[in-house]
């Protein structure tokens, strides 16, 4: 069982593992092993669901120590040296005007909202890779009582913060965007400021835990909401994790 | 989007192949300029005017302080973006290491936008020389730019999904649609085979050529997103992606197989190109002589 290597154009490389590998972290501990030990003239990684994207400068990178390398990771992803990550705490409003969809969702499900709100927040998940859009997180995985296919017909625009499950997945809109997922909540949390650094607040392999804004507050209170702008820091825990945690 | 344009008029004005300049389009243009300045010149031709006299593209050129460049369109049967350097440094603002515009999200550039009348652009001009205003840019060491271009391609990560798609992308003549940006064009010419693939979403980069389950490709460009779920049939090799940059909806244009080694030496043959850089203008020079000898 090895991973495939495929050109994607004349300065990309598409790295591609099957479902199992994958879904034990095979592009992001595969990514992280390029961080730790660079090649010259690679310039950019793109992880994604099963696959990383090697971008390289064709007339700076040694092709053939590239290619000998991502063999390796092809076949042999260092599973035991998956990125930390941080752990980051994701408050969100759930249901309501914030959620249009969770009653939908609950009911599509078999659950009651509760449940779903429950089972979301109880269930820790890893930023698998960011894309879609400047910031989106897709967030995985869910437990197989919350998989629903992605809504039928995708809404024009999607409220920024808007947190939306669909495909086994969890994603918060960063920006107003067009969406297909089913929004389930919302959280005040500045995704993408492009004046930080780095400017996407979540980065691969973070681990997210989202919290019911509602319980563990109280009744809303909306003079306490923050702007979007002012800053995630103060609404999210970091701290350093533990190397080499596996999640599958 | 056209990066070798980009690259050639920055050396033209005397900056960093890669410094900050003003990408102008085909719907056209007028700029004054509050101090002297030496600007540099490359792409299409827009029929640039400087103080209304005609300003051939791939030259440097002087403009004196109150000087207006005016670009009122294309002139020839191609071309629809032309770059536009200023010797020194042009405010911009940098957002992941980058002065470019993210028109989708908002930022980068001049306000996250782009330009419109009344703007006014803040530059640290560096010193030149009557000289430094009469280089230019040998036809020989431009990429081969025309109407209808054919471009070369590769096997893209999902060919073997789709072969007939790729057999007929290499058999047809496409038109960019009206829907086309800098993050991408829609081709319209022929519909390739449609179908259900539905794929995890994996990173792609400018010059993949997406198939969407309509048969209608999309070729992806310089704004294109980091990641998306299509088939990627084929790619565009970097060094055509400046000819694939100058297309306007409407143009035509076709696709050649090409191989990863030819790739990388026509990659290579325009690094020497931009590394060799602008010539001084003979027949400036020859003015210069005669002047000193009469």
Redesign the interface.
Known sequence: MSGRI???????L?V?WPAELAAAGAPLAAMAALQREPLPGVIDL????????V?FD??AVDREQLTVRLQMLAAHPPLTGLPAGRDVTIPVRYGGSDGPDLDEVAAQLGLTPHDVITLHTTTEQRVL??????GYP?LGWLPPELHLPRRATPRVAVPAGSVAIAAGMTGIYP?ALPGGWHLIGRTDITL?D??ADP?ALLQPGDRVRFVNAEAQSGPRRLTQRRKAGQGAEGETQRRKGRRGRKEV | MDRFALAAANRLAGNQPDAPALELTAGGVQIRFGAPVLIGLAGADLQADLDDAPLAPWRSAIVPAGGVLRLRGRRGDWGGRVYLAIGGALAAEW??GSAGT?L??G??GYQGRALRAGDRIAVHPRSFTAADGMRWWPVGRRPAYCAQPRLRV????QYDMLPEAWELLLQTTFQVDQAASRQGYRLAGASLPSHHHSL?????????IQLPPDGRPILLLADS???GGYP?IA?????DLPLAAQLLPGDRLAFTATD?VT??AA??EQ?AWLAAGPEDDESGELLAQAGAIG
């Open positions: 495929d050109l994607m154009g004349d300065a990309a598409l591609r793109v992880p994604a669901i099963d696959s990383l994207l971008c064709p007339l890779m960011i894309g879609f859009a400047p897709y920006a993408f492009p004046a400017p | 957002a992941i993210c989708a999200s930022f980068g590769l096997p893209g990560p995890p979403s994996f990173g792609v980069a400018p010059g993949a997103q980091t990641t990627v790619t565009v090799i970097g060094a990863l790739a990388h990659l290579a690094a």
